[in-house]
């Protein structure tokens, strides 16, 4: 263990969310809630669900947890310490390559004094046995694990086209209540997977999608609907541990004000465009009572963020030719 001590009891984690890096795009997400707190760009149409099991820093808005991590006894998801599940639909007319829509982590400064001895091992570990589409290096300057979407999702399901009054052809709409992602297809979805040979079980998809050039033969089309699930056993969020194979440590001793913030990013590694960042954050200046919190997340009591603002403020993510 290379540290055994979590943060002190009055920091609290605070999660966020927005349409690019800059802090001006973000809005306070309700941790636990059964409701989707809506992500809305010229880029993407997205609804976003965060879940943390046995949530320790609630606020009157956020929930201790989620029928997500007891709706099924025995399914792989139950293995989860958190998730973030959400949707994806790119404007019409529009199309992503397989290849280039990745998701994962990354920061805008080094990260590698506070790694302790072994954390590559462990790294190389997870790669190798659970991802090895994983692209990253956690030692440079700008450090960044990344996946493919299509090869790192835990579940994925590819639902219809939705028309101009908002409902997928299917009937069932994008916008839903406490999304519990199945892999799968729904609609014209079915008919999608099935030409492009994808699986149907998620481990099956996941290996199917390690290779490149079939990745970079699939296309996320524009206007249709794809609900992904993402989540693991390695991130703790209320102990502030992380937990690898063969490794295991606190990261409360290492948080200051320039190192306080996980970030979960979904972008094109082609066009550098950001579609969403989620940051989960340690609120330093906390006094514990989510007094705070309560009065900035009643302003926005409905969830939803949009990109009018200036989002001139990017520089804090991976650069494209960061990863190839």
């Given at each position: 263990m290379f540290s055994s001590n979590p943060l002190p009891p009055n920091h609290r984690l605070k999660i966020t969310a927005g349409t690019s890096y800059s802090p001006s795009t973000h809005q306070p997400v309700s941790v636990n809630s059964t409701q989707p707190f809506h992500l809305e760009s010229d880029l993407i149409s997205t609804d976003l669900w965060v879940r943390i099991q046995d949530f320790t820093h609630p606020s009157p808005q956020s929930s201790k947890t989620n029928p997500y991590?007891?709706?099924?006894?025995?399914?792989?998801?139950?293995?989860?310490?958190?998730?973030?599940?959400?949707?994806?639909?790119?404007?019409?007319r529009t199309t992503v390559n397989g290849n280039a829509l990745l998701f994962g982590n990354d920061f805008d400064h080094p990260i590698r004094e506070y790694l302790p001895p072994g954390f590559g091992t462990g790294l190389r570990i997870v790669?190798?046995?659970?991802?090895?589409?994983?692209?990253?290096?956690?030692?440079?300057?700008?450090?960044?694990?990344?996946?493919p979407g299509l090869a790192g999702w835990n579940f994925l399901e590819i639902g219809g086209v939705v028309g101009e009054d908002g409902d997928e052809e299917d009937g069932d709409?994008?916008?839903?209540?406490?999304?519990?992602?199945?892999?799968?297809?729904?609609?014209?979805?079915?008919?999608?997977?099935?030409?492009?040979?994808?699986?149907?079980?998620?481990?099956a998809r996941k290996r199917y999608f390690h290779d490149e050039q079939v990745r970079k033969g699939f296309e996320f089309?524009?206007?249709?609907?794809?609900?992904?699930?993402?989540?693991?056993?390695?991130?703790d969020f209320n102990a502030f541990a992380i937990r690898l194979p063969g490794i295991s440590f606190h990261v409360g001793k290492y948080v200051t004000e320039t190192n306080n913030v996980l970030r979960y990013?979904?972008?094109?590694?082609?066009?550098?465009?950001?579609?969403f960042v989620v940051c989960f954050t340690v609120d330093l200046d906390s006094d514990g009572d989510g007094e705070e919190d309560e009065e900035e997340e009643e302003e926005d009591d409905e969830g939803d963020v949009s990109d009018d603002e200036d989002e001139d403020d990017e520089d804090g993510g991976v650069g494209v030719g960061d990863v190839d």
């Open positions: 991590f007891t709706s099924s006894p025995h399914h792989p998801r139950n293995k989860n310490l958190y998730s973030l599940t959400f949707t994806l639909r790119f404007p019409p790669k190798s046995t659970l991802d090895p589409s994983l692209e990253g290096d956690v030692y440079a300057e700008k450090p960044y694990l990344l996946s709409g994008d916008r839903e209540g406490n999304l519990i992602v199945e892999e799968g297809a729904r609609g014209s979805g079915v008919e999608v997977r099935k030409t492009c040979g994808i699986p149907d079980d998620a481990d089309e524009g206007g249709r609907v794809y609900k992904a699930d993402f989540g693991n056993p390695y991130l990013v979904l972008k094109n590694r082609e066009t550098g465009e950001v579609y």
